[in-house]
């Protein structure tokens, strides 16, 4: 079975603070993502990844940048953390034509 | 731009009902996707149709593609509460690389 863990299952910032939300695959899949999950929104594309050190921003990449410096590890920044980021995190990696999401973040930021 | 919708958004039947949930889209996909999620856990890939016209089953659930690769529908049938959730539809343009679009989710309440 396809894993794809997030670090934390909650987490709690201030205004300003630098975040970082990491997520691991573990099937050596090349395309990896991250969206945002809010009420009425639907997920939205943050960024995503398809090879190491490669990146692609998404629909709505201000605010946030990202890392892949391993291909199993795909990393999300918030590098000053604002209350309109409080959302629902979620990891992806796809392989072929089907995508495997980790559980989600659920970020608050106060 | 949303290219994908989702119909209905919302949904509450009684243990037993069958429903069907369309996803729509004007756009051509290489591949379509279904997921649930079950509240503040990640989605869960249910199918993914590639070829226009194929249809797929899961137990009592039933997942079709439209002949032209544009639209697709999940019938379930004798709807029990555990089917209670949010589904996503989430199309591919383009075959192996490129992100996944999704539609805006059906919440589906099934009561006992």
């Known amino acids: 079975d396809v894993k794809v863990t997030q670090s934390s299952r909650y987490l709690v910032k201030r205004t300003g603070e630098k975040v970082f939300l990491e997520c691991v695959q573990d099937?050596?899949?090349?395309?990896m993502f991250w969206y945002r999950q809010d009420p009425g929104l639907g997920l939205r594309l943050i960024y995503f990844?398809?090879?190491?050190?490669?990146?692609e921003k998404g629909d709505i990449p201000e605010g946030y940048s990202v890392s892949r410096e391993k291909k199993e590890r795909f990393s999300l920044i918030l590098e000053s953390a604002s209350t309109n980021q409080t959302s629902m995190y979620l990891c992806?990696?796809?392989?072929?034509?089907?995508?495997?999401f980790g559980p989600g973040t659920r970020l608050t930021v106060l | 731009t949303q290219l994908l919708e989702q119909s209905p958004q919302f949904l509450s039947i009684q243990e037993g009902e069958n429903l069907t949930v369309y996803c729509n889209s004007s756009s051509v996909f290489s591949s379509l996707q279904w997921y649930r999620q079950e509240p503040g856990e990640g989605p869960v890939l249910l199918v993914t149709?590639?070829?226009?016209?194929e249809v797929k089953k899961l137990k009592r659930l039933t997942f079709q593609f439209g002949d032209a690769r544009k639209d697709s529908s999940l019938h379930i049938t004798a709807a029990q509460p555990g089917d209670t959730g949010l589904y996503l539809c989430a199309g591919a343009r383009a075959s192996n690389t490129g992100k996944l679009i999704f539609g805006q989710g059906t919440t589906l309440q099934v009561k006992p």
């Open positions: 992806a990696s796809r392989y072929d034509r089907s995508a495997y």
């Open positions: 149709v590639v070829t226009g016209g």
């Open positions: 990844s398809y090879d190491v050190k490669m990146k």
């Open positions: 099937m050596d899949h090349e395309n």
